[in-house]
C-alpha cells in the first residue's frame, strides 16, 4: 500500500508540476504586466491628493496594518506624498518594463506600502486593492518584462555592463518562464475569492444561500447611505423584497467563489468566470455603491484573457482589412483571378 | 517513467518559483487561521473578506451627525465635513469619536464651523450640529419605508454660529426619541 501511495504521490506531484510549469507565452505575462502597470498608475495618480489628506488625519485615528505595522506613529504628510510620488514613477516605468530586475520589485514594494498605509491605516481595511497588490508581488518579482517592454529592446543592444538591471528578452512564442507567473498571477484571483466564499460558509454556514444575509448587507450598506450621505440609492428601496432574487444570487455568488480555483484548470471555465464575476462586480456597484475598481474593469481578470492570440490578430489585421478591401473593391479582378 | 510522462526538471530557477507560488498561496490562505488574521481581526492585503459573511442583528445601531434647523426640521451632514476619507472610513471615524468626550466634541465643534460657512441650501438653516447615535431595524426601513429610528441620543451637540466661533452646548446626553421631524 505504501508503495502504491508513493507512486500515486508521484504521479500527483509530476503532474500539478507539469500543470504548473507548462511553457507560457512571455506576450501574454507582458501584456498582463503593461495592463496592472497601467491601472496602478492611474490608481495611484487618483488618490493622491484624497490619501494624502487621509494621513493628515488625528492620530488616534492611525491603526497600522500590513506591512505599515511596525509604525508607533504617522509619517509626516510630507514624507508620505514624497512616496507616493515615487510609487507613481515606478508604476510609470514598471508599465514599460524599463530597468524592470531594480523597478520591478522596488514598484511592487512601494506601492504596496503607499496602498497599504494611505488606503487602508486609518481606522478602515478597505478590500478593494488587495488583489492588485498580491499581482504586483508576483509581476514585480518573476521576468514579467521579458516582451513588450523597454527592456526587450534596449537590453541586446547596450553593453552587459548597462544591460545589468534590464530584464532578460524573451522573443520566443513560448518560454518556460513565462508560464507559472501567468498562473500565479490566476491563482492570487481565484484564492481571494475562494477565502472570501469559505468566510461566508464558515460564519453562517450553508444557510448564507437563503439570501436574507445578503439582503441584510445590502440594506445596511443602504443604511450608512442614508445616515452618513444623505441619501441610499433608490434601488435598495425597491430590491428589499425580492427574497427569490437575493438566494439566487446568493447560491450564485457562492458558487461562483468556491469553484474560484477551477477557472485555472480550463480556458473556458476561466472566461465563464471572468465574465461572471465582472457580471458580480457590477451588481454589486448597481445595488450598493461599492467601486472594486480593479474587478470591475476586468483588469484583475488580465492574466485570463489569451493577449497574445489578440496581438497575433491585431498584427494580422492590416493584411486582412487589405484582403476585404481588395475584394470589395475589386470583385470582378477576384473573379478573373478564381476562374485562372 | 511511463511513456508520455513529463518530467518536471528543478532549476534554480523553478526551485524560486516553487517557493514564490507557494509562498504566496500559503500566505493568501493564512487568514483562514483566526491567529493569523491581524490585531484588528483583519489585515491588507492579505484577508479573509469577512465584510458580506457575518451574519446582521435585527437591530443596527449607527453613528451619524445631523443638523437641526431652528423650527427642529432634520437634515443629514454628509460625511466629508468630518471626514477626509470615504464613507465607511467616516463611519468608523465617527463612531470612534462619539465615544470621547474631549475628541467628540473638539470634532462636532468643527463641523458646526463647516456648517457655518455655508451660504447656501439646507445646511445654511443649520443652527445646532448633534453627533447622534441611533438604533434602526432594516426590516422596517426598506422594507416599509418607515425611517423614524427605534431610538436615538445625541453623543455631542454644538450651536451654529455664524457670526463668531462655534461653542458647545453643555447637554452632552439629549434624548432625542421624541423628535417632531425625525426623517433623516
Given at each position: ?11 500527483g506531484s509530476s503532474a500539478v508540476g507539469a500543470f504548473w510549469f507548462e511553457p507560457g ?154 508560464g507559472w507567473?501567468v498562473r500565479?498571477?490566476q491563482l ?73 480555483p477551477?477557472?485555472l484548470l480550463n ?74 | ?5 513529463k518530467?518536471v ?12 507560488s ?163
Amino acid at each position: 500500500v505504501t508503495g502504491a501511495a508513493a507512486r500515486l504521490l508521484a504521479k500527483g506531484s509530476s503532474a500539478v508540476g507539469a500543470f504548473w510549469f507548462e511553457p507560457g507565452s512571455p506576450l501574454r505575462l507582458g501584456a498582463v504586466r503593461v495592463v496592472v502597470g497601467a491601472f496602478t498608475t492611474w490608481l495611484l495618480n487618483r488618490y493622491v491628493g484624497a490619501w494624502t489628506r487621509v494621513v493628515q488625519q488625528p492620530e488616534h485615528l492611525f491603526e497600522p496594518v500590513g506591512v505599515a505595522w511596525f509604525l508607533d506613529h504617522p509619517l509626516a504628510p510630507e514624507l508620505y506624498l514624497g512616496l507616493h510620488r515615487t510609487a507613481l514613477v515606478l508604476a510609470v516605468l514598471f508599465t514599460l518594463g524599463f530597468a524592470y530586475r531594480v523597478v520591478g520589485p522596488a514598484c511592487a514594494l512601494l506601492s504596496l506600502f503607499v496602498i497599504t498605509y494611505g488606503g487602508n491605516s486609518w481606522s478602515f481595511i478597505f478590500h478593494t486593492e488587495n488583489v492588485l497588490c498580491l499581482h504586483l508581488l508576483v509581476l514585480g518579482f518573476t521576468p514579467a518584462a521579458g516582451a513588450l517592454s523597454v527592456d526587450a529592446l534596449l537590453a541586446p543592444r547596450l553593453p552587459r555592463v548597462l544591460a545589468l538591471p534590464c530584464a532578460t528578452p524573451r522573443p520566443g512564442p513560448t518560454d518556460p518562464e513565462s508560464g507559472w507567473p501567468v498562473r500565479l498571477v490566476q491563482l492570487c484571483v481565484a484564492l481571494a475569492y475562494l477565502m472570501a466564499g469559505i468566510a461566508k460558509v464558515r460564519a453562517g454556514g450553508l444557510a448564507w444561500m437563503h439570501g436574507d444575509n445578503l439582503r441584510d448587507q445590502i440594506a445596511l450598506n443602504g443604511l450608512y447611505y442614508e445616515l452618513l450621505a444623505g441619501g441610499a440609492k433608490e434601488v435598495t428601496f425597491q430590491v428589499y423584497g425580492w427574497e427569490t432574487v437575493f438566494t439566487v444570487l446568493a447560491v450564485g455568488t457562492l458558487v461562483l467563489e468556491l469553484g474560484a480555483p477551477l477557472a485555472l484548470l480550463n480556458p473556458w471555465l476561466g472566461y465563464l468566470f471572468v465574465l461572471s464575476m465582472i457580471g458580480v462586480h457590477w451588481g454589486i456597484r448597481w445595488m450598493m455603491g461599492i467601486d472594486f475598481l480593479y474587478q470591475l474593469y476586468g483588469v484583475a481578470y488580465a492574466a485570463f484573457v489569451p493577449w497574445e492570440k489578440l496581438l497575433m490578430a491585431l498584427r494580422r489585421l492590416p493584411r486582412t482589412l487589405h484582403g476585404w478591401l481588395a475584394r470589395v473593391r475589386f470583385p470582378a479582378r477576384r473573379e478573373r483571378g478564381e476562374e485562372k | 517513467m511511463l511513456a508520455g510522462e513529463k518530467v518536471v526538471r528543478m532549476t534554480v530557477g523553478r526551485v524560486y518559483a516553487v517557493i514564490l507560488s507557494v509562498g504566496m498561496a500559503l500566505a493568501i490562505c493564512s487568514p483562514l487561521h483566526p491567529r493569523l488574521r491581524g490585531v484588528e481581526g483583519d489585515n491588507f492585503p492579505l484577508s479573509w473578506y469577512p465584510m458580506f459573511s457575518r451574519p446582521r442583528e435585527e437591530i443596527e445601531t449607527l453613528t451619524y451627525v445631523i443638523g437641526l434647523e431652528q423650527d427642529r426640521t432634520r437634515h443629514i451632514i454628509h460625511y466629508s465635513l468630518y471626514s477626509p476619507g470615504g464613507m465607511n472610513s467616516a463611519r468608523h471615524h465617527i463612531r470612534d469619536v462619539a465615544r470621547s468626550r474631549k475628541a467628540g466634541r473638539a470634532t462636532c465643534k468643527h463641523i458646526a464651523k463647516g456648517v457655518a460657512a455655508r451660504q447656501k441650501g439646507p445646511l445654511s438653516r443649520v443652527r445646532t450640529v448633534m453627533i447622534v447615535r441611533g438604533k434602526y431595524r432594516l426590516a422596517e426601513y426598506f422594507g416599509k419605508g418607515n425611517k423614524q429610528p427605534i431610538s436615538e441620543v445625541a453623543t455631542h451637540t454644538c450651536t451654529v454660529n455664524r457670526e463668531s466661533p462655534s461653542r458647545e452646548t453643555p447637554d452632552d446626553l439629549l434624548h432625542l426619541r421624541h423628535l417632531p421631524k425625525g426623517h433623516p
